[in-house]
């Protein structure tokens, strides 16, 4: 295809549309590896409770490449100097960010995998990728790696306001209609500069940075921590493990040649070489979701009985409190559950088990979000905004869950 | 018209349409105490910052009164007993809620008017039509002036989560394009509900109130005292306090008669007779204006210099800031501007002045937004809530400010 | 202010953001000539039907100029040549295209002013403009005539797909909420193209300019000839007629200064010195408005009843049919009026009139819109388009109305 | 679950929520058969040209339920008699309208199963869910069957102006982001009435209609029709008929256990049994997205080509042209490519071939869309319409096409 066809545009309901400006752009995208990530979901099991949540990993690494050549146009505008060969390569990182995701990422990376997290995957993929296309990643993977000496292009990629949480608060929000999570992503672009090489918002952005904070404490408890699917994507965790344990135990289990080899063997991140690489390439949510379709089937209880729970969303239920939940109250849960259904106490921490997620709208540790007050200065937005709030979205959220059948619900107070 | 002619349904960009269900609200609708909104802008000098901010409180009035009617289905449904009859005073209460606004009230209200709210004003017009319908609104004003026993339905037209705020967060963030004020107003209706005679919100809903408090929060400051509609406001009641500070000295000041009326004498809430309320009702944004505009004639120099300020939209300048403006240094520019434009002291008053604006996202004094736990207890909003977010939006924020022609930028720090 | 001051962005809720990248244009913007647009309504008497129509001319000019510097844009991104001073000419070019409308423009011309066009005055203002910037907008004159070389720059600013037209559509379906017309102008201007100083459209973009012309012919049904705001706008006419009839009587007849000035003198083109220009540019929708609310206390029958119609929405009933309304039905129902309110002939033709709309979606002998087809080849689109459905749209729909106050209703059938 | 906790509300981007406001839909929802929607995309391979069309039938079905729900509610206050019987009804029957789909339905009619439609599968699955419930569905299958005597009722199901139709319009325009199909369904909604027993829309409403028209006309040329989405469904076709032939040689092909028993028997509507259905029932887009994962390293050329094509958006071209293509041209193609890839001419069709579309924006020889006139007379719409625009959009369009791999792109002229 001649580089001029190659510079193409999408339609995507949010930006109106998404262009390809580059020739080298355009064949990343076309690359198998790129191209799986069509088949990823971005919000996990999610549509169980927002049945419109169905959009894809795809999908939001264009939508981050999109914002990100937004902003780069006001920093420019602003006067920051921003070459080509940046801009390029800026682009290209925010566009690669993700593509280490597997899967329901949160639940693999319990289960399928052993600690390895998605973004070691990504930047695997991004090596691999830089070799395909003779080094023209390099500086994308620099900046990625934080080896660039302009500190500011990292944080237009991994930040506490990146175009990666600016894309998938407002898609996600858009997708599964949780309206709570609609930010004013042009307005923050239109506000972003950089003084001493910090990215900075401007003064008077300071209230579309707090709209943004509150906008993403929201979408964690209404969406990504919803009880709903919080349980069904540990429901999927346990399946993972309990068909793990069975493959250890020799017992057949039908699975995509992908996911057997996951299955089969402990993969540790210094284990993925070349070839491991291109396994995990291969898999995506149909070969989850069709395993656990031919699982319901299976003669394992426990492997058979969870499957049924996420295909025919039929979950266990999920009680939520701000203190632990009390050992005593799981073990007579899991004692009752042995004697329903008959089997072992190992059995049964499939089906009732306690935890708990965590929740920080704004990390004080962490980087701050900077601002550019009028005279100059650069402020942490927790200490330049008017009032307490910001400071108050600092503090961390817990909460503790029990989770367990639905036979039981006469037996656990809900 | 034959009553079933009154069963309109009007177009509106928020809700897709309203309904006008009932001919007795078509008659209060074609009413030209009513009729007169249509010219009564809801933002007031806003459009000089926000140039969409053109809608007006007639179309405020029906937004209120559509989703005081989903309310209504909603808690219906839900099971709360709510007769014919007092759903349709709800709904006549709400549409008249705002009835009594002046043009550019707030302004207004402290220079044509002494001290006389527009919410005294909304009661003598709706005492006067209730005489002009025979009593048919006796039930609305009931439930308006916190005279009927069901307590619930006075918070469904005033409380800290009315459907007043509800509309007009949601039209204004509308039209004027600042997305930070968009509220889910539809979630909320679907989270209401009564209990032991509480408007209350269920706890799943606790996130959209907050959603709402931090949108109304952020309106205040980015659009309702968004320095530059504040200076214009300012400017405003400059104009209307010299005009009659003219009138009074005997100089003619061109204006509508109506205006002139008010120009002319000094009116409190207790001389509005009916007479001085039809006047009243005569008034609205063009008068206003179009005195302006002439004015900027007038041989005064104080009023012309003003007047030109608010036409040409050459609006002085407005220094914001956490402490009060020193005397000191408003005397220091007031002496400048006196020697610059050869004025009076008392002159050089309308032109360079301080003071301040306040708001408060939340008042935990007022009655509390109550929210309906699980558990069917009623608790503050400010205390449900699983973190300190709410309580820091209880916190009354203050901002001082200066506001001086801009022929003094140099002399003053801004 | 210094040239960087100049530099902003205004919200707007259809774009989103409208930035002003240069300081003459700046300049323009506050020129009061074009504040003067903050009170003119864009849509005239449309707000009696649809509440949310009260955006300005102001508004809709910025918007334009938005559009334009984006198809430039889209342009140059394809290789079309266009040079920054070419750029700059277009964006001043489209902002002041309508900066001749006075208030009410449809009805003014047929009665404060003697067939003298809103596009003659817009010129008469630009050339005073250029005077007072020192030259600066000949480039933008000469392509707003016609007379500079590059003829694809004129059709940007007037055609029948120019961004007047996208963004009025855009625009009016918005904020009056008649969903009919919103255009996908976003794809429009991403299809934009040069070929041989032709303004096309590429092929794949076919289907966006027939919704574009679907939706001109549904606004123009549905919002700009309803018919009631075609009621509206006849009586407006009505009034000012009368009122230049009974100022010409030596009636005396309150009125702001400049509308007093076009009340009594017949201002054709030729009379637009720059006094009158002057005059001219103190009128607004205040003048008019304000006017008619005095005059609806005038002892005149004719001017007061009129006048009462507008403020208080008493709309006189129209009937629109197909054939031409028949002289005698006229004749007839004169008659009755002038026995029922005691007038002569000559004043019942104030109340009972008839006349024709007339609305054609495309007009096939004017430039064409221009297809750019994937072989290079440019055709009309109403050729171009794969069935008969473009050409119907070419197709001129003219529709009869009888106009007559509502007292006549069973006199008349509707 | 008790009673209580069935009536839920759902999340829906487009209509804010979904509420379900009866036991027994919420039952029939949590039925498997119902929830394997959930795993069937409803614009099939569309998502390879618009990334967001990744929405559901089952988000689809729970659409047309809501409007369903909000139509009865205007025709009731309209005066038409609606039991609630009727009413409950009507909305399980369009629920389950669409429940016989399977996966990618156009490409399977083609190829797993033999010329049986999706409206004959979803009436089995209505008799089989009537079993199960005991015989609460029946009057819902009188009126989907057009048995019922009521005949407006079906015409709510099923006719041109259908909630189906306006559902999917405006869901499938939302999630892909092509404006130009998203409808007014709410304008029309209000504007349907009942007529002699046939669903009309007022004659107020007939811009809607026509808009509704045009919208559908353009999203079948720039969605359903999208030459990109329509080279991949007739590759999809080639792999599943592919994959049939090789079962029936014996060949070993890795597939689900469902689509093993599809691949292996020739079904026809007579052969669908309880067993049949419920293995029917098993198979979704999972099944098949995972076994053309899987082909992707099948041993067989022709499989393992037309696999990859779609898992890597490596997608055949097609030229599309007003006239047929000859078959001259295609022989010369298959000749072509039967040498480069060493293949029989009966392997050539599987990536050569011609065929046609066919749209048709209106039917007249269908019943028709009915105008209810002032006049209470009753017309087809194209009649109604005031001009020719109608009439175009009932000329069907057809289209050839020619599609090839792109290796062949030197030879065939596109």
């Known amino acids: 295809m001649s580089e001029i066809n190659k510079l193409k545009i999408l339609n995507d309901p949010i930006y109106g549309f998404i262009s390809i400006t580059n020739p080298l752009i355009y064949d990343l995208i076309q690359h198998p590896y790129f191209q799986r990530l069509r088949r990823i979901s971005q919000m996990g099991m999610s549509y169980l409770v927002y049945p419109g949540a169905h959009h894809t990993r795809f999908h939001h690494a264009l939508g981050c490449m999109h914002i990100m050549h937004k902003t780069i146009q006001v920093l420019k505008f602003k006067g920051v100097d921003i070459s080509a060969e940046e801009e390029n390569a800026l682009c290209i990182a925010i566009l690669l960010h993700d593509i280490g995701h597997g899967p329901f990422s949160?639940?693999?990376?319990?289960?399928?995998?052993?600690?390895?997290?998605?973004?070691a995957i990504s930047m695997l993929f991004m090596d691999s990728l830089n070799e395909t296309f003779t080094g023209k990643l390099t500086l994308a993977i620099q900046i990625f790696k934080g080896n660039y000496h302009r500190k500011f292009m990292l944080q237009l990629i991994s930040s506490q306001l990146d175009m990666d949480r600016m894309d998938y608060l407002k898609r996600d929000s858009f997708y599964s209609g949780v309206a709570e999570g609609n930010i004013n992503s042009e307005r923050l672009i239109q506000m972003f500069n950089v003084q001493d090489d910090l990215l900075v918002i401007e003064e008077k952005g300071i209230y579309s940075v707090e709209k943004f904070l509150v906008a993403r404490r929201l979408m964690y408890w209404q969406a990504y921590l919803h009880k709903t699917s919080v349980a069904a994507e540990l429901v999927l965790t346990k399946i993972l493990k309990r068909a793990k344990d069975l493959t250890h135990q020799g017992k057949e289990i039908n699975a995509s040649e992908p996911l057997q080899f996951f299955l089969q063997h402990k993969i540790e991140l210094g284990d993925f070489d070349a070839n491991v690489l291109k396994t995990f390439s291969y898999l995506d949510d149909f070969d989850i979701i069709s395993a656990i379709k031919a699982w319901q089937f299976h003669d394992d209880f426990v492997l058979s009985e969870l499957s049924k729970m996420i295909i025919n969303r039929d979950l266990p239920k999920i009680r939520m409190q701000s203190d632990k939940v009390a050992k005593d109250e799981v073990v007579v849960l899991q004692k009752t559950i042995m004697e329903k259904y008959g089997i072992t106490e190992k059995e049964a921490e499939y089906f009732v088990f306690r935890g708990k997620i965590k929740n920080q709208a704004y990390n004080k540790t962490d980087e701050p979000i900077h601002i550019l007050m009028k005279d100059r200065t650069v402020e942490d937005v927790?200490?330049?905004?008017?009032?307490?709030?910001?400071?108050?979205?600092?503090?961390?959220?817990?909460?503790?869950?029990?989770?367990?059948?639905?036979?039981?619900?006469?037996?656990?107070?809900i």
Do not use: G, R, W
């Open 106 to 119: 949160h639940a693999m990376e319990h289960s399928i995998v052993e600690n390895v997290n998605h973004e």
């Open 382 to 413: 927790a200490e330049a905004s008017d009032q307490l709030n910001l400071k108050a979205l600092s503090k961390p959220v817990t909460k503790y869950y029990l989770c367990f059948p639905k036979v039981l619900l006469e037996k656990a107070a």
